[in-house]
């Protein structure tokens, strides 16, 4: 297990309140079964209920999201005729449906019929904003009892309750990058520096603030990455997924970022101690 001699710390905490929308830095979050708190718990679906990304929906980059009191705003980058739209961390449950995410499906909480609206003309086809609910349980790779014990939470995250990257290892790629790419194309939640780059590839069990943690896998990284999120384009030469792919490709899959389980609850703050081990 490398790490280089400096101190490890946990140097960002970002939660990203819609799935596949843009984050925002805290200064401290509290943890919880899913995740850190408020992070993925809402979710953009289309009338079929079926998730939406940025895989298939580039322009989702272009709405930016603001911290609010007791919640958040949505802009769009380049509609100003769009007024900001506020939305609560948390919905009621007036409304509830199914929606599917990957292969689950999952109980959740409708969202205000003005967010639809928003939603739905920002992105030019009709959509709803969902919410999941602590009464609503999405288990993490269920058929991988080995890797994740029974139980074991996520939210409308991908797949995992944590992303963890390291500021060494993205600086080892902007390095061999004409045009350097910015933490945002990974979409982490614990940011970390003093590890000597690619080290986190080879973590396990370690300890943020003396909270017991686990590094399960490498994060397989798709087209996002090659998103600018200011301006929605795809990069033409399909950076930094090609130069990733020259040293982070072990299998079938370009791996950037780990994927982490934690503790069911707990409390994060900017700076600190992360140990391994």
Not at 69 to 97: C, M, V, W
Not at 209 to 217: D, E, P
Not at 260 to 269: A, F, I, N, Y
Request: net charge negative.
């Amino acid at each position: 297990m490398s790490a280089s001699s400096a101190p490890l710390t946990l140097t960002s905490l970002v939660i990203y309140p819609v799935k596949s929308l843009g984050g925002i830095s805290v200064p401290a979050a509290e943890l919880t079964p899913q995740g850190l708190r408020h992070d993925r718990r809402w979710l953009i679906v289309d009338e079929h209920n079926r998730f939406l990304t940025q895989r298939e929906h580039a322009s989702m980059a272009l709405l930016a999201v603001e911290a609010a009191h007791n919640g958040f705003l949505l802009r769009h980058h380049q509609r100003p005729e769009l007024l900001p739209l506020y939305i609560p961390f948390e919905a009621t449950s007036d409304k509830t449906l199914f929606v599917s995410i990957w292969d689950d499906m999952v109980f959740a909480w409708r969202g205000t019929p003005a967010a639809d609206e928003w939603l739905s003309e920002a992105l030019g086809q009709p959509c709803k904003l969902v919410y999941m609910s602590d009464m609503a349980r999405r288990e993490v790779e269920p058929d991988q009892p080995e890797l994740n014990p029974a139980g074991t939470l996520v939210s409308f995250a991908d797949g995992y309750p944590y992303l963890l990257a390291t500021e060494e290892s993205l600086a080892k790629l902007n390095e061999q990058l004409a045009e350097p790419v910015p933490m945002n194309r990974f979409r982490p939640n614990l940011i970390v520096r003093g590890a000597l780059a690619d080290a986190e590839l080879q973590w396990t069990d370690f300890q943020i603030n003396g909270q017991a943690f686990r590094s399960v896998r490498g994060c397989g990284r798709c087209v996002v990455v090659t998103i600018d999120q200011a301006t929605a384009q795809k990069n033409a030469a399909s950076e930094p997924l090609r130069t990733l792919a020259t040293y982070r490709k072990p299998a079938s899959k370009v791996l950037f970022g780990q994927n982490v389980t934690g503790p069911l609850t707990g409390r994060l703050q900017v700076g600190d101690a992360v140990v391994l081990g």
